[in-house]
């Protein structure tokens, strides 16, 4: 199973970028998806997931400015972030609960991280 994200870049406060992350290997279902991030010193923190049926949950800090949408066919999941402010900043990682066709049960895959930089 891999995640492969993309998306990430410099963007100015205020401005926008969008995320994608896709799944692929051996999938049997793909359950939760979500983006987590962790800026320098901090400890990583979820900022948004999205489940098989489209629920979704937000941080606090992201409401109204981040949007999470998947595509269930394509097993990839997005994230639209607008408004991002300079403590938006940090690596983006996002991850999956993932069954493969060999598997029994779920487990959380991560993907490699894509870089978010905020500054003017």
């Known amino acids: 199973v891999q995640l492969q994200a993309s998306g990430g870049g410099l963007v100015q406060p205020g401005g926008s970028l969008r995320l994608s992350c896709e799944a692929s290997g051996s999938l049997f279902s793909v359950n939760v998806m979500g983006w987590y991030r962790q800026a320098p010193g901090k400890q990583r923190e979820l900022v948004a997931k999205i489940t098989g049926g489209g629920s979704t949950a937000y941080a606090d800090s992201v409401k109204g400015r981040f949007t999470i949408s998947r595509d269930n066919a394509k097993n990839t999941v997005n994230l639209q972030m607008n408004g991002l402010k300079p403590e938006d900043m940090g690596v983006y990682y996002c991850?999956?609960?993932?069954?493969?066709?060999?598997?029994?049960?779920?487990?959380?895959?991560w993907g490699q991280g894509t870089q978010v930089t905020v500054s003017s």
């Open positions: 991850n999956a609960d993932i069954r493969t066709t060999t598997d029994w049960f779920a487990r959380t895959y």
